[in-house]
């Protein structure tokens, strides 16, 4: 049998598995099993997810692995100490578990889960004409966003396919300065940056930092998570709104504080300076402590979005896909708008034929993983899986899928070919888990 | 009569294999306790049916974590002649003792000698241990 990705310490080849992909093609093909693709978390759009020849595939590999190296978070020393079982994920050394998906799932969705999502890419935009640069660029407006607001926004190519999904913040300096935080997908983050070039050559006076390795990003969700930073935040940063965001201080040290997440639950994220990242997670680790508080990896940070039906680049979400399709129109403004795609996006607004993201329910305890491909009761191929796993809070197999309009309507019965294998499955209502409101 | 990881044979790919009486030519096949740790959280077994033939080295079934999927490959050739259909409505039997109740299925041998190309305890941990 072939076991799940893992490292240890040292960087060796063995962060990579051979795997034979036994998926629904009769003639076997050698799959290279990049182990964030083995977790799930890794779309086979991008390069490392691609099925290739075996041969060619490994000598790539090989000399890309030898020739790169993987960055690591402020925090890498910490999850290594802790037992957490490493792989690499968007060229990032990462925690994938520590006590296990299924126990740091549930931890955060019955007390707190903590999580370092410092490969998450932050880029940071400064000057008065910061968010007419970003108004022209996101498919969400930005020119009236107020300090202190965080929106959910997409970046589309001039075809209107998806560049990126992205949050804006719109922060001010502890100096009074007015200044935006835009965080990316990791696997995007380069691709974001070389496409902002040109678009920051039309605004020279906005200036543009990656901030990404000058700091960390901690995110701290579950019921309990208010409650675990009470001791941890100024009171005016633990009485923000949901998706209102922060700069503060944090034992006097300077602290991005969001109300936002990737999990369904209530919660933080915050951005802290790369030197401050160990102690302020060593703090939230010891404020938890009394809530059951668990640090989780990318494993359950996975299972977790996928209940919470959120869309993850690479499943979901890529430059062939665009908003309308993905169930993302509301983060489009259109309206008395021109920005990077909004001609594109405005006919396909309007097109009704494309296939619809669903979520299903699937019969047994298999799940289907990306690409298995859907049919009708007719046996007529009408979508396949994006992204699909063993849901530890539902007790059942769940998948998101793309399929034609004509079925996607909740209630409609399909079948997911699962590694050769018919598995009965119903369309259900998204998302999937939703958090119990509070009173 | 317990069956210890000591007396079990191995394959590279965390399979054991373990023949109670030679005159049989009947092996047990099961995943060692390093294999079940390392999967975790599993959710979903596919086994053979009585009858079918295997091959050493070949896939017999699989085993599902939530986050993952790994074939089971069979220590020897031969004929599978029982399977242990309870042990996938309660998996987690094979975290509390992968050895005896967590047992997969049983083989009859077409090719004893194979036996002898498997790992034994002592090189098994080892390779474990990298």
Same mark, same amino acid.
Request: hydrophobic residues 40%; negative net charge.
């Given at each position: 049998m072939e076991l799940p990705a893992q490292c240890d310490s040292s960087a060796s080849l063995s962060f990579f598995k051979w795997k034979q992909d036994t998926y629904s093609h009769s003639k076997r093909v050698l799959k290279f099993l990049h182990p964030t693709l083995y977790f799930g978390? =890794?779309?086979?759009?991008t390069v490392n997810g691609s099925v290739l020849e075996a041969e060619q595939l490994f000598v790539d590999k090989a000399n890309f692995f030898m020739s790169s190296q993987l960055a690591a978070t402020p925090l890498l020393a910490w999850h290594q100490a802790h037992g957490a079982r490493m792989a690499e994920f968007a060229n990032y050394q990462m925690p994938i578990q520590y006590a296990g998906i299924v126990s740091e799932h549930n931890a955060t969705r019955t007390a707190v889960g903590v999580f370092d999502i410092s490969h998450m890419g932050r880029l940071r935009f400064d000057g008065p004409r910061a968010d007419q640069l970003l108004d022209h660029l996101?498919?969400?407006?930005?020119?009236?966003m107020q300090t202190g607001q965080v929106r959910y926004s997409l970046i589309c190519n001039v075809e209107g396919g998806i560049l990126d999904d992205v949050l804006v913040s719109c922060l001010e300096s502890p100096s009074g300065k007015n200044y935006f935080l835009l965080v990316v997908n990791s696997s995007n983050r380069a691709k974001i940056v070389h496409w902002l070039q040109p678009h920051l050559a039309d605004f020279p006076d906005v200036e543009f930092h990656d901030v990404t390795d000058a700091t960390a990003m901690i995110a701290i969700q579950g019921p309990k998570a208010i409650e675990l930073c009470k001791p941890l935040l100024p009171a005016s940063a633990l009485t923000l709104g949901y998706y209102r965001a922060k700069v503060t201080d944090q034992m006097s040290k300077p602290c991005m504080v969001s109300r936002?997440?990737?999990?369904g639950e209530d919660g933080w994220e915050l951005v802290v300076k790369a030197e401050d990242a160990a102690r302020v997670w060593e703090s939230i680790m010891m404020a938890g402590r009394e809530f059951g508080v668990q640090p989780v990896g990318l494993g359950a940070r996975d299972t977790l979005r996928l209940e919470a039906a959120m869309p993850l680049y690479g499943h979901e979400l890529?430059?062939?896909?665009?908003p309308y399709q993905a169930g993302?129109?509301? =983060?489009?403004?259109?309206?008395d708008r021109i920005f990077v795609g909004s001609e594109a996006l405005i006919q396909k607004s309007k097109d009704s034929m494309i296939q619809k993201r669903v979520g299903l329910i699937l019969d047994g305890r298999r799940a289907a993983r990306q690409g298995a491909e859907i049919f009708d009761t007719d046996s007529r191929l009408v979508g396949q899986v994006t992204s699909g796993s063993f849901s530890p809070t539902l007790d059942k197999p769940i998948a998101m899928a793309y399929v034609n309009p004509s079925v996607a309507i909740v209630g409609t019965a399909l079948d997911v070919d699962i590694r050769g294998t018919k598995v009965s499955s119903v369309i259900v209502q998204l998302p999937f888990y939703k958090r119990p409101q509070s009173l | 009569m317990s069956i210890t990881p000591e007396k079990l044979k191995y394959c590279n790919s965390h399979e054991w294999a373990y023949v109670?009486?030679?005159?049989?030519?009947i092996a047990t096949i099961g995943i060692s306790a390093f294999a079940v740790e390392e999967l975790t959280d599993l959710v979903f077994m596919a086994l053979p049916k009585v009858g079918q033939t295997v091959t050493a080295?070949?896939?017999f079934g699989e085993v599902e974590s939530v986050k993952a999927v790994s074939p089971m490959y069979s220590p020897v050739s031969g004929t599978v002649v029982?399977?242990?259909?309870a042990l996938v409505d309660k998996l987690e039997t094979l975290t509390v003792d992968p050895y005896n109740e967590g047992w997969i299925i049983k083989v009859k041998m077409s090719?004893?000698?194979?036996?002898?190309r498997l790992l034994d305890w002592e090189t098994y941990k080892k390779q474990c241990s990298h």
């Amino acid at each position: 049998m072939e076991l799940p990705a893992q490292c240890d310490s040292s960087a060796s080849l063995s962060f990579f598995k051979w795997k034979q992909d036994t998926y629904s093609h009769s003639k076997r093909v050698l799959k290279f099993l990049h182990p964030t693709l083995y977790f799930g978390l =890794a779309g086979p759009t991008t390069v490392n997810g691609s099925v290739l020849e075996a041969e060619q595939l490994f000598v790539d590999k090989a000399n890309f692995f030898m020739s790169s190296q993987l960055a690591a978070t402020p925090l890498l020393a910490w999850h290594q100490a802790h037992g957490a079982r490493m792989a690499e994920f968007a060229n990032y050394q990462m925690p994938i578990q520590y006590a296990g998906i299924v126990s740091e799932h549930n931890a955060t969705r019955t007390a707190v889960g903590v999580f370092d999502i410092s490969h998450m890419g932050r880029l940071r935009f400064d000057g008065p004409r910061a968010d007419q640069l970003l108004d022209h660029l996101l498919t969400r407006r930005v020119v009236d966003m107020q300090t202190g607001q965080v929106r959910y926004s997409l970046i589309c190519n001039v075809e209107g396919g998806i560049l990126d999904d992205v949050l804006v913040s719109c922060l001010e300096s502890p100096s009074g300065k007015n200044y935006f935080l835009l965080v990316v997908n990791s696997s995007n983050r380069a691709k974001i940056v070389h496409w902002l070039q040109p678009h920051l050559a039309d605004f020279p006076d906005v200036e543009f930092h990656d901030v990404t390795d000058a700091t960390a990003m901690i995110a701290i969700q579950g019921p309990k998570a208010i409650e675990l930073c009470k001791p941890l935040l100024p009171a005016s940063a633990l009485t923000l709104g949901y998706y209102r965001a922060k700069v503060t201080d944090q034992m006097s040290k300077p602290c991005m504080v969001s109300r936002t997440g990737y999990t369904g639950e209530d919660g933080w994220e915050l951005v802290v300076k790369a030197e401050d990242a160990a102690r302020v997670w060593e703090s939230i680790m010891m404020a938890g402590r009394e809530f059951g508080v668990q640090p989780v990896g990318l494993g359950a940070r996975d299972t977790l979005r996928l209940e919470a039906a959120m869309p993850l680049y690479g499943h979901e979400l890529d430059e062939t896909v665009d908003p309308y399709q993905a169930g993302l129109g509301f =983060a489009c403004n259109l309206k008395d708008r021109i920005f990077v795609g909004s001609e594109a996006l405005i006919q396909k607004s309007k097109d009704s034929m494309i296939q619809k993201r669903v979520g299903l329910i699937l019969d047994g305890r298999r799940a289907a993983r990306q690409g298995a491909e859907i049919f009708d009761t007719d046996s007529r191929l009408v979508g396949q899986v994006t992204s699909g796993s063993f849901s530890p809070t539902l007790d059942k197999p769940i998948a998101m899928a793309y399929v034609n309009p004509s079925v996607a309507i909740v209630g409609t019965a399909l079948d997911v070919d699962i590694r050769g294998t018919k598995v009965s499955s119903v369309i259900v209502q998204l998302p999937f888990y939703k958090r119990p409101q509070s009173l | 009569m317990s069956i210890t990881p000591e007396k079990l044979k191995y394959c590279n790919s965390h399979e054991w294999a373990y023949v109670a009486d030679v005159s049989t030519g009947i092996a047990t096949i099961g995943i060692s306790a390093f294999a079940v740790e390392e999967l975790t959280d599993l959710v979903f077994m596919a086994l053979p049916k009585v009858g079918q033939t295997v091959t050493a080295g070949g896939e017999f079934g699989e085993v599902e974590s939530v986050k993952a999927v790994s074939p089971m490959y069979s220590p020897v050739s031969g004929t599978v002649v029982d399977i242990h259909s309870a042990l996938v409505d309660k998996l987690e039997t094979l975290t509390v003792d992968p050895y005896n109740e967590g047992w997969i299925i049983k083989v009859k041998m077409s090719d004893p000698t194979e036996l002898d190309r498997l790992l034994d305890w002592e090189t098994y941990k080892k390779q474990c241990s990298h």
